[in-house]
């Protein structure tokens, strides 16, 4: 199926369920879009189940399409960059310590907690997966997604130092995630020698060069929009940056995702209040909150219809069913452990950890690297036990955690 029928199914899916959503549901726009689509998918694998053959040309268009390549290929820049275009960078650097140690540590803290306590499940399950890979499943599942995690927390009112951990977090753990589950996949595929050198020189090209060159490239973007007031010149600078910037930090084999967060920082603070007009402001605001909009719609549909290509045997089932709680309980220990350290010297909001174990869902990030995995039998169980939490983590914690942050807060 050609590039222009993908396009044009995908904005119809949104196009209707969203009018749906807005018209009956009342959902929050991307969890209502992602909600419908899974119900088109269950709906379609039914029918085939009774002899109808559109089941089979639905799986034949959703596995057309390469989410790991749409996403992480250049999609992702568009929605980061969007992001954290509105994220006041002071707000971030006044909680920098807190927003490092979640991002880096607890990931990394998070996956080997997910790992090893997924290999020890999936054993008693008769589901021979090795470790290696379970490591991977922790990696992948351990970094909160940005993209469900930006707009659920604006109408959740949490408090707004709270708020800015979450954001923060969750802008740069999604960068650290990918490194280390491209190092663990590298050692599970025999593509990266098992050496702390190796480890450490890909950690420093990937996350140190990642931020250093967003930084770099902010800094160019801030040259040029300073220096004309033409507000379609300066919207064509910023996607400049998400396309031909993300395109150029892949090639030079740094983290695209930091490199754009750190770029859009830079951009829509320093860049915003002193190489903007008011009249560009506004514009490039509706620019990229119609950008936000239109990208996330399409993506949550696609999530919802990759269903379609799960392997749902009873025992698969069961393990995504259970990888639930050990994810959840993964991140409380891995937020939880942190904050009693860091509690020593700074305030944090009542009830801290446990919103923040809520508040952290997985999303798009999750299922597109487990679908970037190699074929075979790890494959399948893996991407059955992502979609599971994400699925979880989307409907049921981003339904739910307006009326938890308040009923954590006593209003």
Same mark, same amino acid.
């Given at each position: 199926m050609g590039l222009f029928s993908i396009i044009s199914i995908l904005i119809t899916?949104?196009?209707?369920?969203s009018y749906i959503n807005h018209r009956y549901l009342k959902m929050p726009t991307t969890i209502g879009l992602m909600f419908m689509s899974i119900l088109l998918s269950l709906g379609l694998i039914i029918?085939?189940?009774?002899?109808?053959?559109?089941?089979?040309?639905?799986?034949?268009?959703?596995?057309?399409?390469?989410?790991?390549?749409?996403?992480l290929g250049g999609l992702l820049s568009f929605l980061l960059f969007a992001g954290s275009l509105h994220v006041n960078i002071n707000d971030l650097l006044e909680k920098k310590w807190e927003i490092g140690i979640f991002a880096t540590a607890g990931t990394v803290c998070s996956t080997f907690i997910v790992g090893i306590v997924s290999y020890l499940l999936l054993k008693v399950l008769t589901l021979n997966v090795p470790l290696i890979y379970c490591l991977v499943f922790g990696a992948l599942i351990s970094p909160t997604d940005p993209i469900s995690v930006l707009g659920i927390l604006r109408k959740a009112n949490a408090p707004k130092s709270l708020e800015t951990k979450i954001t923060g977090e969750s802008l740069f753990n999604d960068g650290i995630g990918v490194v280390v589950f491209i190092v663990l996949l590298g050692?599970?595929?025999?593509?990266?020698?098992v050496s702390f050198s190796e480890i450490a020189f890909f950690f420093l090209e990937e996350g140190a060069g990642g931020l250093i060159y967003g930084f770099l490239l902010g800094l160019l973007a801030y040259y040029f929009l300073k220096s004309v007031d033409n507000y379609q010149v300066e919207i064509l600078v910023t996607l400049a940056v998400t396309t031909g910037g993300y395109a150029l930090a892949l090639a030079m084999h740094t983290s695209g995702p930091l490199a754009i967060v750190t770029a859009g920082l830079l951009i829509g603070n320093?860049?915003?209040?002193?190489?903007?007009?008011?009249?560009?402001?506004e514009h490039l605001d509706t620019f990229w909150e119609l950008m936000d909009e239109i990208l996330n719609a399409m993506l949550f549909v696609l999530i919802g219809l990759e269903v379609l290509v799960l392997t749902l045997s009873g025992l698969y089932i069961l393990a995504g069913? =259970?990888?639930?709680?050990?994810?959840? @309980?993964?991140?409380? &220990?891995? *937020?939880?452990?942190?904050?009693? +350290? =860091?509690?020593?010297?700074?305030?944090? @909001?009542?009830?801290? &950890?446990? *919103?923040?174990?809520?508040?952290? +869902?997985?999303?798009?990030i999750s299922v597109a690297l487990a679908l970037s995995l190699p074929a075979g039998p790890e494959r399948e169980i893996i991407l059955t036990m992502t979609y599971a939490v994400v699925v979880f983590s989307v409907l049921v914690q981003g339904l739910s955690i307006e009326y938890f942050v308040k009923k954590s807060q006593g209003t």
């Open positions: 899916l949104s196009a209707l369920f029918s085939g189940r009774l002899g109808f053959q559109i089941e089979d040309q639905a799986r034949v268009f959703v596995q057309s399409i390469d989410f790991n390549k749409v996403l050692i599970a595929t025999g593509e990266h020698e320093q860049g915003r209040k002193f190489a903007m007009s008011d009249k560009t402001r069913f =259970l990888s639930i709680l050990i994810v959840l @309980s993964a991140r409380f &220990v891995s *937020i939880g452990a942190p904050v009693s +350290l =860091l509690r020593l010297r700074r305030e944090f @909001s009542p009830h801290s &950890v446990k *919103i923040m174990t809520w508040g952290g +869902l997985r999303g798009s």
